[in-house]
Structure formats: structure tokens, C-alpha cells
């Protein structure tokens, strides 16, 4: 993973909330609502005992937060990471509270992770660990109750273990209790490229207004892991020029541009990110520049995307960014104090809870899936991936033009909006001081 920089917030809930305060005055709610936003409905943590291979028991930290469930069931994404916190799980589950309410999906926010470095695990001690996890929170999650998916170092394969290990307990077969599965085990096609895919379809929406040539657009990526390589792949595809890319351990620069599907391939045969170019199964090396990832986010590109983890761009490096647009396809790669800073210097941002959804997006229409028990063609599911991210990057970007607010504070706007209606509902101070007699 990207080492961050020096000064990022001590408690990252605390500073995801900051959100929430520039957005109310354009929101239009009870201020109930902040009240109830501020506080995470459930938070636990649990203990993970895992006999690893050696014989001997490891015992691990997980938790799973549960953010807000006004408007659907909690949903969000489980991480395997060896920094994961109490904190840090609470501020990306008040990230997918947002990011459902902006992509208008029948759910609410949660998020769970395990502190653990899973690079160091062989296969069967992670399958161990993803099922007693599921164990331990079993009573916390379900269809209709919480949902969980994959995100940073988890995948489908662990998804599957965790949908089955579920489904055993509860003695019934239970697809729609995790999303991000494999395939045969009721996955969604579409799924693994999803979160890449809608933060392409945001770029797309973004180049109209722009009025950019793909072939003389420069692109960065400073992450390359699914979402990472899923957006470089759409981006290359349509002829935008990716002239750098990094992983956790450092990056490679071209301006010339690199052949995407080759690195991929690279990649993921050598587990190494190198530059080189590969025809007919044989791969030759390129010449290119080796960066850090903070060389990479400084480059002078058109296009920055930061998709590897939170706060990447501080106030201690905010002034240094050079890209005319920053796509935010990680959770939080920004903190709350550099945006001002990004704002002022006209860096344009796609937030995170716009430009990440659509991950969730299709989350939810695998959960549909599931519950229908009739399944979709990937056709279809782009298709309908790509009408709602249009229509809610327009609703972010209207919101952004009628108060004269960047994009982030516009999404913020959008999801309160759609919060707040939700819980007045239910009743606010005021009408219930209406009944009195
Ligand atoms: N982990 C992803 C996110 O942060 C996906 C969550 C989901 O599909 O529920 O948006």
C-alpha cells in the first residue's frame, strides 16, 4: 500500500464528518438528521482465533460497523489490512451511508475489516480467518439486515467462503447475504469491473464538459489493484494516454504512455508492476522511469486517480498536485483539510461517493439478483450501471452549478437530501410537539 503523508487526521471518522457540516447549509433538512449521522448505529469487535498452518492459534482484531440504516439494510464492503481501526472502519461506513444515499440504492451504510497483513496467510489460513469472521458477526449481518462485499485485499473467492460459511449456519442457502461472489456461487457479471466502469462512465460525463481529445488526455493511476486496473483498462481502451501507474511498492512513468492490458498481464503473472509490452504470450520490457507514489500523485497530468487508500493528498501535499481533474476511485484519498486547498487552486474533483459507486451500484443489482433468483446479462448490467451513474453524476453536478459548490460539497448535499427525507419520515422535534395536546 501508498505510505501516506505525514500529517493525516488522528481519527478519520471525525474528519470524514467535517463533510457533513459544509453540506447542511445547502441541504435543506432537520438538523436532527446531522445529529443522527454523527453517531454509527452499531460498532463491534471481535475476536478471530485462527489455528494456523504451523499448529499454532493466532488470534485477530476484526470489526464491523454498521453506520445507518434508515433507508435499506447496511451495506459495505469488508478489508483485509494490517492498519485497519475502529475509526477508520466507522468513517467508511459513514462513506457508504453517503455513497448508497447518492446513488439512490435501498440501503444504508456499514463496512468491516480485519487487521491483518492477508499477503502473509496461505490460502487455508485466509479461507479460516473469512469463515470464523462470519462466525464471529453472523448475528450482526444478512439479506435484509447488513450486507457485506469485497474491498481492499479481499475478493470474490473469499465472498464465496464467507456466503457459504453463512449459509451453514443459518442452514439455508443465502446468496444475497454478501455480494462480490463468484459467478457460480451467485455473483453478478459485471461485478469485478464495477467500481472501474463508473468512475470510467464519470470521466465520460466530466470529457463533455471538458470537451477533451482522449488521444491528448494524460491519465495517472496511483493504485493497481481491481479498481485501479478496471479503469486503466476502459481508459486505454478509448484512447486516453495512462502515462503512469504504481502499486504499494512504487510506480513506473512514460510519457509516451503505457499498453494497459500488457502491464495487467504483467502484473498479475509476476505478482510485479513492470513496464513492458506483451504479444502472442511473450512479454518484452519497455523503457520507463521508475517514481514513488508521491512523484506519481505530483506528476503533471490531466487526469489524477488516487485508487489505492485513504488520505494520499494531505494539506502537507495538496499544493503540489499538478492534474487539472482528480478522480477519487480509492474511499477517502483526500482529507478534509486539502480540499480547500484543491478547491483554490481549481483542481476539479470527482468525489469518492460519486466516482467509486459504482461498485455498489452493481453490488445492489446482485443483491436483486439474488433475491429474484433470475439473473441479468452483462449487457444488462452495464447498461444499467451506465444509467445511473449518469443520472446521478447530473443530479451532483446540478446541485454543484445552482449553489455554486464544488462536487464534493454537492454529493454531500444530495445524500443529506435524500438522508434527511428519509428520517423525517420518521418523525422529527417538530411533529411530534405537534401531537401534544
Ligand atoms: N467496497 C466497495 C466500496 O467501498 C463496495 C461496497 C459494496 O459493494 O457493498 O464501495
Known amino acids: 500500500m501508498t505510505t501516506a503523508a505525514t500529517d493525516t487526521p488522528?481519527?478519520?471518522?471525525?474528519?470524514?464528518?467535517?463533510?457533513?457540516?459544509?453540506?447542511?447549509?445547502?441541504a435543506e433538512i432537520h438538523p436532527e438528521a446531522l445529529e443522527r449521522l454523527r453517531h454509527p448505529r452499531t460498532s463491534i469487535e471481535v475476536s478471530i482465533p485462527v489455528r494456523m498452518d504451523s499448529g499454532e492459534i493466532r488470534?485477530?482484531?476484526?470489526?464491523?460497523?454498521?453506520?445507518?440504516?434508515?433507508?435499506?439494510?447496511?451495506?459495505?464492503?469488508?478489508?483485509?489490512?494490517?492498519?485497519?481501526?475502529?475509526?477508520?472502519?466507522k468513517a467508511l461506513a459513514f462513506w457508504m451511508t453517503c455513497k448508497c444515499a447518492v446513488m439512490s440504492l435501498p440501503f444504508g451504510?456499514?463496512?468491516?475489516?480485519?487487521?491483518?497483513?492477508?499477503?502473509?496467510?496461505?490460502?487455508?489460513?485466509?479461507?479460516?480467518?473469512?469463515?470464523?469472521?462470519?462466525?464471529?458477526?453472523?448475528?450482526?449481518?444478512?439479506?435484509?439486515?447488513d450486507v457485506p462485499a469485497p474491498d481492499v485485499y479481499t475478493n470474490p473467492m473469499i465472498m464465496g467462503w464467507m456466503m457459504d460459511e453463512y449459509s451453514k449456519i443459518t442452514r439455508h442457502h443465502t446468496p444475497a447475504v454478501i455480494t462480490g461472489k463468484p459467478i457460480p456461487l451467485g455473483g453478478?457479471?459485471?461485478?469485478?469491473?464495477?467500481?472501474?466502469?463508473?468512475?470510467?462512465?464519470?470521466?465520460?460525463?466530466?470529457?463533455?464538459?471538458?470537451?477533451?481529445?482522449?488521444?491528448?488526455?494524460?491519465?495517472?493511476?496511483?493504485?493497481?489493484?481491481?479498481?485501479?486496473?478496471?479503469?486503466?483498462?476502459?481508459?486505454?481502451?478509448?484512447?486516453y494516454q495512462i502515462v503512469a501507474v504504481s502499486d504499494s511498492k512504487g510506480g513506473i512513468h512514460r510519457k509516451e504512455g503505457f499498453h494497459i492490458p500488457s502491464l495487467i498481464q504483467a502484473k498479475n503473472d509476476s505478482h510485479r508492476l513492470q513496464a513492458v509490452y506483451c504479444q502472442n504470450g511473450l512479454c518484452t520490457l519497455m523503457e520507463a522511469q521508475s517514481i514513488s507514489n508521491q512523484e506519481l500523485l505530483e506528476l503533471d497530468v490531466d487526469i489524477l486517480i488516487p485508487a489505492a487508500l485513504e488520505?494520499?493528498?494531505?494539506?502537507?501535499?495538496?499544493?503540489?498536485?499538478?492534474?487539472?481533474?482528480?478522480?477519487?476511485?480509492?474511499?477517502?484519498?483526500v482529507s478534509t483539510?486539502?480540499?480547500?486547498?484543491?478547491?483554490e487552486n481549481d483542481v476539479y474533483v470527482i468525489p469518492d461517493i460519486l466516482a467509486?459507486?459504482?461498485?455498489?451500484?452493481?453490488?445492489?443489482?446482485?443483491?436483486?439478483?439474488?433475491?429474484a433468483g433470475f439473473y441479468w446479462t452483462e449487457e444488462e448490467v452495464n447498461q444499467r450501471l451506465l444509467e445511473k451513474m449518469r443520472t446521478e453524476f447530473h443530479n451532483v453536478y446540478d446541485l454543484s452549478q445552482i449553489h455554486d459548490i464544488d462536487m464534493r460539497t454537492a454529493a454531500y448535499v444530495l445524500a443529506l437530501k435524500r438522508i434527511g427525507a428519509a428520517l423525517t419520515a420518521q418523525g422529527t422535534k417538530d411533529y411530534f410537539e405537534a401531537q401534544q395536546p
Open 311 to 333: 488520505n494520499v493528498i494531505t494539506s502537507a501535499n495538496a499544493d503540489k498536485i499538478k492534474a487539472r481533474t482528480l478522480v477519487e476511485v480509492a474511499n477517502g484519498p
Open 59 to 89: 488470534v485477530f482484531t476484526g470489526y464491523r460497523v454498521r453506520h445507518d440504516d434508515t433507508r435499506g439494510p447496511g451495506k459495505g464492503g469488508i478489508r483485509f489490512h494490517p492498519k485497519v481501526d475502529i475509526a477508520e472502519v
Open 188 to 239: 453478478s457479471l459485471g461485478r469485478n469491473e464495477a467500481t472501474g466502469r463508473g468512475a470510467y462512465f464519470c470521466i465520460k460525463e466530466h470529457e463533455l464538459h471538458r470537451g477533451w481529445d482522449p488521444k491528448t488526455t494524460t491519465v495517472a493511476i496511483q493504485g493497481f489493484g481491481n479498481a485501479g486496473q478496471a479503469v486503466a483498462q476502459l481508459l486505454h481502451a478509448d484512447g
Open 356 to 371: 467509486n459507486a459504482g461498485g455498489v451500484t452493481v453490488s445492489y443489482f446482485e443483491w436483486v439478483q439474488n433475491k
Open 109 to 145: 451504510g456499514a463496512k468491516g475489516g480485519i487487521e491483518v497483513d492477508p499477503k502473509e496467510l496461505s490460502k487455508l489460513e485466509l479461507e479460516r480467518l473469512s469463515r470464523r469472521f462470519i462466525q464471529r458477526i453472523a448475528d450482526f449481518i444478512g439479506p435484509d439486515v
Open 337 to 343: 483539510d486539502a480540499s480547500p486547498i484543491l478547491r
Open 10 to 26: 488522528d481519527d478519520l471518522f471525525q474528519d470524514a464528518l467535517k463533510n457533513l457540516d459544509e453540506a447542511f447549509a445547502y
